[in-house]
């Protein structure tokens, strides 16, 4: 399958942990990477590989893996983070790219 | 500063050709594949494909909705990647981003500020 689904939209109170996952049967073999992406901007990565963290990005922000299934988790939200969270993989074919649908996070 | 600039958007009609370029700085163009993402009006982010260093052959790869009409070129002595688009149709009405694409796992660790394309009659 060359799909990943995330959910289309997710909310969190300030200052609380919030998760945002996606499926898909390619991540049973690849790492996800996550990007975040505000109205009007380019996107921006957040983590890729196992759990890594470009220069910039703060240590808030932590990935992890089971099975199919990538997340994404925010512990302490902030006001900032309120985006749109995308991710993506190889697909099982290793020489595609495929992009989930992306999550709109509301910090409350 | 490493960036990535796309140029060469605009308005163009159903059946015609456009070619968008990439103009990176502050790092090793001829290190890094290169992948073109496009986002459609109030879409999410789409893969159009991408090409690898010269030091993995240089081929390319392409989404299956626009394999056949567009093709990914680079120039390692201008620092410059292109997409080349023919046969538009109005569904390829997006915003083009250009973007470094690093590791095995493929992630997309510089974005250029991406450049419009709009398909119409």
């Known amino acids: 399958s060359s799909e990943l689904t995330q959910d289309p939209a997710v909310s969190v109170a300030l200052g609380q942990t919030v998760r945002i996952t996606c499926q898909g049967d390619s991540l049973r073999g690849y790492f996800a990477s996550w990007y975040q992406q505000k109205p009007g901007q380019a996107p921006v990565l957040v983590i890729y590989g196992k759990d890594n963290r470009p220069s910039g990005i703060p240590d808030r922000f932590s990935g992890s893996s089971s099975g199919n299934t990538a997340s994404l988790t925010i512990t302490g939200a902030q006001a900032e983070d309120d985006a749109d969270y995308y991710c993506?993989?190889?697909?099982?074919?290793?020489?595609?790219?495929?992009f989930g649908g992306g999550t709109k996070l509301t910090v409350l | 500063e490493v960036q990535l600039v796309e140029s060469g958007g605009g308005l163009v009609q159903p059946g015609r050709s456009r070619r968008l370029s990439c103009t990176a700085s502050g790092f090793t163009f001829g290190d890094y594949a290169m992948s073109w993402v496009r986002q459609a009006p109030g879409k999410g982010l789409e893969w159009v494909g991408f090409i690898r260093s010269k030091a993995y052959g240089g081929t390319t790869e392409y989404a299956a909705s626009v394999k056949g009409r567009f093709t990914i070129s680079r120039d390692d002595s201008k620092s410059i990647a292109y997409l080349q688009m023919n046969r538009l149709k109005t569904e390829d009405t997006a915003v083009y981003f250009c973007?470094?694409?690093?590791?095995?796992?493929?992630?997309?660790?510089?974005w250029g500020k991406g450049t419009t394309v709009t398909v119409s009659s």
């Open positions: 973007t470094r694409t690093s590791g095995y796992y493929y992630h997309m660790d510089v």
């Open positions: 993506n993989s190889r697909d099982s074919s290793g020489n595609h790219v495929v």
